[in-house]
């Protein structure tokens, strides 16, 4: 049973940092493929950094620069380090899971809640 659980989203001022956390169980990380979405209010969600087994990643143009993505194999985690945010960040975070690659396209089958996050 796949299981993802987000944390460490927040408020915060524009110029500002947050990191979120995403625990997974039922599978390990070295083995599927796992990206950060978001979905603001009104729009769809989108694709903001994924990382394959192998450890490559990709990112989109908006967050490149600004966002990073990573995984801790032993502890089963993956992060998202977000550094200078933007109101235009402002969004539900979702991490997401699957044994097969999607790139940005939110197609993969396992979902977290989500974790707000707040930039002003």
């Known amino acids: 049973h796949v299981q993802l659980v987000e944390s460490g989203g927040g408020s915060v001022q524009a110029g500002g940092s947050l990191r979120l956390s995403c625990a997974a169980s039922?599978?390990?990380?070295?083995?599927?493929?796992m990206g950060w979405f978001r979905q603001a209010p009104g729009k769809e969600r989108e694709g903001v950094a994924v990382?394959?087994?192998?450890?490559?990643?990709n990112s989109a143009d908006s967050v490149k620069g600004r966002f990073t993505i990573s995984k801790d194999n032993a502890k089963n985690t993956l992060y998202l380090q977000m550094n200078s945010l933007e109101p235009e960040d402002t969004a539900v975070y979702y991490c997401a899971a699957d044994q097969f690659a999607f790139g940005l396209s939110p197609q993969y089958k396992y979902w977290g809640p989500g974790t707000q996050v707040t930039v002003s």
């Open positions: 039922g599978y390990t990380c070295s083995t599927y493929c």
């Open positions: 990382i394959k087994s192998d450890g490559s990643t």
